[in-house]
């Protein structure tokens, strides 16, 4: 999640960079409505590449991220299309796909071989899984140094890939990725009905790992009310967050067999986050809004924020194991799927 974040600055700063740069190429002449200008060094996108580093850590980490590739990719491409249609170009799609094919995929690159820099504790060692696969009675002697070592670590991703793409196991903190943002099943790490809370009282500690309901439950009208905003209002701001979302949950419904759990949903929390504040700041309204406007709007939003704020300090106790008496814990189970 940290990683997909910082990615996703990255390619802001890159997107605003760029169009500071082709401005400056208009007003010096050098843009026209043919062709925007090559690349100097001074333009090319060192902050995507800086993405595809913090993308690849992301793989490194969970193979989940792989889709937020395919969305970064999509997202970057589209604001190329954008900085050109507004210079004025003719025609916009094929000079970005022309322009920026390489540099996209200098960007996978970027992921690509970070995520096999993120292997390096098991290249330069012996003991790793699978580290000696073809001599270990697939072909009985190690291959040259740097094929072995690829060919390796190629096995163990397919090893990886199959238990993936196999795990149907039934569990009881399971749940779909429909259910995640209303927070129908939770996942408990720790219970225990032991401990002091008062004399001749039933005490209960857990550790729950479910959202704040009175943010989580806002998230699917704030999704609705930023594809409106996308699609009514043309905001690459919508836009550019509903990207996240989309490659943090969307893609989990492609396995509907597939053991799954709520905190899946962990890399689109940023965006979910984002989504909501894009709807809050409409809400708001910008600084043309009347006095009234803009007041009536504050009171709104912060009211919210504060109904969020107490209703994380009310379920402070389930997120951190602190020991209550069981009413108390009981009472914080609002739906019959957290117990």
Not at 65 to 86: D, K, N
Not at 191 to 217: I, N, R
């Amino acid at each position: 999640m940290t990683f997909l974040l910082a990615a996703f600055g990255c390619l802001v700063l890159d997107r605003d960079h760029r169009r500071k740069t082709t401005l400056r190429a208009i007003e010096n002449g050098r843009a026209t409505v043919r062709r925007l200008p090559g690349r100097t060094l001074a333009s090319v996108p060192w902050w995507r590449f800086a993405a595809g580093v913090f993308t690849g850590l992301a793989l490194g980490v969970k193979w989940s991220a792989v889709y937020f590739i395919v969305g970064y990719v999509v997202l970057s491409l589209a604001w190329e299309i954008g900085v050109r249609r507004s210079a004025g170009v003719r025609r916009p799609i094929r000079d970005a796909l022309l322009d920026e094919t390489g540099w996209l995929a200098a960007f996978v690159g970027f992921v690509l071989l970070t995520y096999v820099a993120s292997w390096t504790g098991w290249f330069v060692t012996s003991g790793g899984w699978d580290r000696n696969f073809y001599a270990d009675g697939h072909g009985g002697h190690p291959l040259p140094p740097i094929i072995n070592a690829l060919y390796n670590l190629g096995q163990y991703h397919l090893q990886i890939l199959h238990f993936h793409t196999t795990l149907d196991a039934k569990h009881p903190y399971q749940s779909w990725p429909w259910g995640w943002l209303l927070l129908d099943r939770p996942v408990a790490y720790a219970y225990s009905g032991k401990g002091f809370c008062g004399v001749g009282v039933t005490c209960s500690t857990e550790t729950l790992a479910l959202g704040t309901p009175t943010l989580w439950w806002a998230f699917l009208p704030a999704i609705a009310a930023t594809v409106w905003q996308w699609i009514a209002g043309r905001d690459w701001r919508a836009a550019a967050v509903l990207v996240g979302v989309i490659a943090g949950i969307v893609p989990w419904f492609a396995f509907p067999n597939r053991t799954m759990f709520y905190f899946y949903a962990l890399p689109a929390l940023p965006f979910l986050i984002l989504v909501l504040t894009v709807v809050l700041g409409r809400i708001l309204g910008d600084q043309s809004a009347t006095r009234e406007r803009r007041t009536v709007g504050a009171i709104i939003v912060g009211t919210y924020v504060l109904i969020v704020a107490m209703t994380f300090a009310y379920f402070w106790p389930i997120y951190t194991s602190e020991t209550i008496t069981y009413a108390q814990w009981h009472a914080r189970m609002w739906l019959d799927s957290w117990i």
